[in-house]
């Protein structure tokens, strides 16, 4: 894991390893190094000669620790022998994180191409079927390696290993039983391929949200179940009181009468299943009015209650325990950097022999930065308190405080004349609005352009995005970012999403307008130039709000919609087996049912809403848009009966199921929503603009004799001489990104003291009712004061 951050196996962290006899970590002298020096020995280190270097082993087997942390792995998939070593590292690197990947994605891809297969994609069984045995293969090879290191028992220790081993059997086989044939049979295995996307590298988070799903389904469970009681109790209600109506065919039977109340509750036949007993008399309305006003109006929003209080929990929940498991990592790393002349803290040369593993990109001045803040005693070396910090040390971007000159002070002289000035009007305090002035001038011409008559679609387009307005204020905007570059370097610029966002959607239109000076039809186009807009939005505190809240959603959308994606692939494969060779038989079916206008087909065309047919399991890409279409519920059910009426009435569980199904992870969704809107409003609440700037900005003062105490060594020094003032003092700030987990570092405060001291308390195998009453060992008390 610690090598995960190289590039390749025969780099960094696996290089190290392998030639850790002939390289000296952490001093020059190889008896500082020592195992007389060592406070604790690597379990990976080998038995070599004692004037061989040890340290190595340490600092590799302690970064380790660290990403493990860092990725929220369990300690007991850590390796324990030297043995395991290479074999860990090779799996945990960057070259094979993506050959897992796209092994995943191979595997997803070739439903495109199995039968059913789409037109133009379709491959023979011998193609498919070895393209599906060698990403099995590169699978089963990351699996073995792993068990190398973990042991084979973990198949049955951890779900997530079996079930993947499992998958991998059975897929395996049925893989060979389709070279062997020549032809694919009934394969509803294929919708668990998902799984191995989700056990990538790429997807922790997506895996991380599945169980949050997980974890929120019993209050979910416990309001289905209640849920599903009223729809059957009105099912049966209806079908006694409207059956015999013989012109009312929605509950004509129990089970059409339990049909037609479900699909109620999605309101996608209303009014339509109510009209028939409304005409037979007004009073029935008050069934359907008062089924309505309990299941939808009252039990669905008491479950997205229900499921808000519990999805709140579960987030800082989860934050409480990655929190903690990181402190774990910590704590079993410290012990390996120490050494028996100092047990209580970690000097700079095994941190910095540390970080080689744990950061190797990281440059030797954010190494002694990092140290630096992180040793906020000054004492020189880091107690283990101090070291818990690494991982919020480690994310801080660096940059020199007030530096005495600008970044273009050494530049060309009439150039440097020409920065000032762009540098002085940018810090003008009517910059800014002059810049939203042109935004509306802008908006203002391109209502213009657009209320303008023109003789078509084409000339309306080029008439809105390539007309010279268009170029005038696309030129002045990409003015307006040149100015802003001279003024403050370009690595500041890109420091504001907002900057980049402007300059990203100047370009876009200015690329569109280009496309459809050359292809009139493209008119697509005509969305990227009203994007510059979007910046008013920021002039009002409500919208800010709701972009902070996106920036802080967009990990969990991403893992939302892989959630969704792998959903509709689990489905669409089972909907493809189970439905395909009945596409055709959708065209003009339905004969004598309500739906039967849907489903009018004509060579020569259809009726106005007679394309229906045209939703069903043909292939992959049919059936996810049809599932799509299942999704947003209107008129879904339509598509079911007909598929109802071409094959048996038990295809509606399929329907039903999936509609459930995707009701419960887009109500987690909404929750996780109005969770994130939630905290960060309350966070705003409680923090003043000059707390936040605080928050998210370090400040390390270096004073060279100070770091030359510190270091200790003249290679590494001279190293640093372009980074800090010789003989003098040097000041860095250092910059947090505004994420989430540095948000709830803030809002839980007092939370994190109580969940450290119970962590403390349970490590130390206190009872803590002991502790509710106070009676604490006064060396626990000084430990976590």
Partial sequence: MASSRCSSPDDDGYKRFTDEAQQNYGSNDPAANSLDEMGSRSSLS????????????????????????????????????PAALPAYLLVHNNWYYGLDLIASLVLLALAV??????????L?????????????????????????????????????????????LIMACEALIVLIRQESHFRVTRALRPIFLVDTKVCGNVRRFIRQIFQSLPPILDMLGLLMFFVSSYALLGYYLFSDHHHNLYFKTLPDS????????????????????????????????????????????????????????????KFRKLLLHKRKACKLAF???????????????????????????????????????LNASGSGSLTSEEFFGIYDAASLRWHLKDPPDPWFNAAWPPLRFVCRAARALVLWKYFEHIVYVLIIGNGVAMFIRIAQSAQSLEESATMFSNSWDTYLFLSIF???????????????????????????VT??????????????TFTVVVILRPLRLLRLFKLKKRYRDIFGTLVLLSPLMWSTAVVMLVMYYFFAIIGMELFASSSEALKNCCVNTTVEDFFKYSANGTTAIGYYYMNNFGNLLSSGVTLFELTVVNNWFIIMDAF??????????????????????????????????????????QTSKRDEEQMLLEEVRVEWNSLISQVQDSKYIDGLRTNFVPGGVTIYVGKRRRNREVLQRRMYMAEIEKWLVEDEVLDRGIDLREVAEGILDSRLRDSTA
């Fill in 507 to 520: 370009l876009a239109a200015l690329l569109g307008s280009l496309v459809l000076l050359f292809n009139p």
């Fill in 335 to 373: 012990p390996l950097l120490v050494s028996k002349q100092n047990p209580d803290g970690i000097k700079f040369k095994q941190f910095s022999g540390m970080m080689q593993y744990y950061a190797p990109r990281i440059s030797n001045r954010d190494v002694v930065l990092i140290f630096r803040q």
């Fill in 124 to 168: 023979p069984v011998g193609i498919h079927g070895t393209l599906e045995l060698m990403a099995l293969g590169i699978i089963t090879i990351e699996l073995f390696l792993k068990l190398q290191w973990t042991g084979f028992s973990t198949i049955w220790k951890h779900k997530r290993t079996s079930i993947k081993a499992g998958a991998l």
């Fill in 258 to 317: 339990f049909v037609s109340m479900f699909v109620l509750l999605t309101t996608a036949n209303f009014p339509d299943v109510m009209m028939p007993s409304y005409a037979s008399s007004k009073w029935n309305a008050i069934f359907f009015i008062s089924y309505i006003g309990t299941v939808l109006y009252v039990l669905m929003n008491l479950m997205l209650a229900v499921v808000y209080e519990t999805f709140t929990g579960i987030e800082k929940d």
């Fill in 644 to 685: 109802a009426h071409v094959t048996n009435q038990y295809s509606r569980i399929f329907f039903m199921l999936f509609y459930l199904y995707t009701m419960v992870v887009l109500t987690i969704v909404v929750a996780s929503v109005l969770e994130a809107f939630r905290f960060r409003i309350q966070y705003k609440r």
């Fill in 113 to 122: 191409a199995e039968e059913p297969a789409v037109a133009d994609f379709t």
């Fill in 46 to 81: 080998r038995e070599v000669d004692v004037g061989n270097d040890h340290w190595g082993m340490n600092y590799h087997e302690a970064a380790i620790f660290l990403e493990e942390g860092e990725n929220n792995e369990k300690f007991d998939s850590h390796p324990r022998h």
């Fill in 478 to 504: 990409l003015f307006e970012a040149l100015i802003r570059v001279i003024a403050i370097g370009w690595t500041q610029y890109i420091g504001s999403g907002w900057n980049i966002f402007d300059l990203g």
